[in-house]
């Protein structure tokens, strides 16, 4: 069974200080994909990063890079230069690709990051 | 990214009647849509998978028969919660995503559902 872990449940950082979220996951698929998103006090779900389990570079998308390491299964969140707008629950996700789970985007418990001025 | 608009964004109901929550795709054709709902401070449960012209699948220990999923077009879905308790009172959200396992998912508003 597809599972993710995030074991930081609180995060802080201090205003434009750099700060990794830990992601790992367990999966038997050959072909699957990473997200993280970021969720706001409003709710909504914004994607931040993909990185795909094929993909030979880390992922980078502005401040936010994805660090990958496959074989042992982590994709571990780095925000630099962290900004109080960053302030959010952050949550790593994975869709896999075997029949029995095509589609699924799973998501784990979450870290919540306050970001200190 | 892709706009995906849920409605309503917040209802209240009276225990016993059923409420539908509409899931749209705006602008991308959602070959698969995903129903999730999130309780207060924790993450967000898959409750089912829908593909465009079939049947929903539904994760374990979520009841069918109690959230009815239709996904009757490539830019809609709907989820009803049939004969609503207060403890069906939650925090859904929909996505809407493509067929491939590279394309991530975008999501809806969210509806925050209260059943008194």
């Known amino acids: 069974a597809q599972k993710i872990t995030q074991t930081q449940p609180g995060m802080f950082v201090q205003e434009k200080e750099a700060v990794t979220l830990d992601c790992t996951y367990d999966?038997?698929?050959?072909?699957?994909?990473l997200f993280w998103y970021k969720q706001p006090s409003s709710g909504e779900m914004i994607f931040l990063i993909y990185?795909?389990?094929?993909?030979?570079q880390n992922a980078t998308e502005g401040r936010y890079s994805l660090n990958f390491q496959k074989a042992r299964k982590s994709a571990n969140l780095v925000i630099s230069a962290s900004q109080l707008g960053d302030s959010a629950m952050y949550f790593c996700?994975?869709?896999?690709?075997?029949?029995?789970?095509?589609?699924?985007?799973?998501f784990g418990p979450g870290t919540s990051l306050s970001v200190i001025p | 990214g892709a706009v995906v608009s849920q409605h309503p964004s917040w209802v209240i109901c009276k225990s016993g009647t059923s409420v539908k929550i509409e899931c749209r795709s705006l602008?991308?054709?959602?070959?698969?849509m995903f129903w999730y709902r999130q309780f207060p401070k924790q993450s967000l449960m898959l409750m089912a998978t829908?593909?465009?012209?079939?049947?929903?699948?539904?994760e374990q220990g979520v009841e069918k028969d109690k959230f009815l999923i239709n996904h009757a077009s490539l830019t809609l879905s709907t989820l009803t919660v049939t004969s609503a308790h207060p403890e069906d009172s939650s925090f859904y959200i929909c996505?809407?995503?493509?067929?491939?396992?590279?394309?991530?998912?975008?999501f809806g508003q969210g509806t925050r559902l209260t059943v008194v």
């Open positions: 996505s809407a995503a493509g067929p491939k396992v590279r394309t991530e998912a975008f």
């Open positions: 999966t038997s698929d050959q072909s699957y994909g």
């Open positions: 990185q795909g389990s094929y993909d030979e």
């Open positions: 996700a994975m869709r896999g690709g075997l029949k029995t789970s095509y589609d699924k985007v799973i």
């Open positions: 602008d991308f054709q959602a070959t698969t």
């Open positions: 829908s593909n465009e012209g079939s049947k929903a699948t539904y």
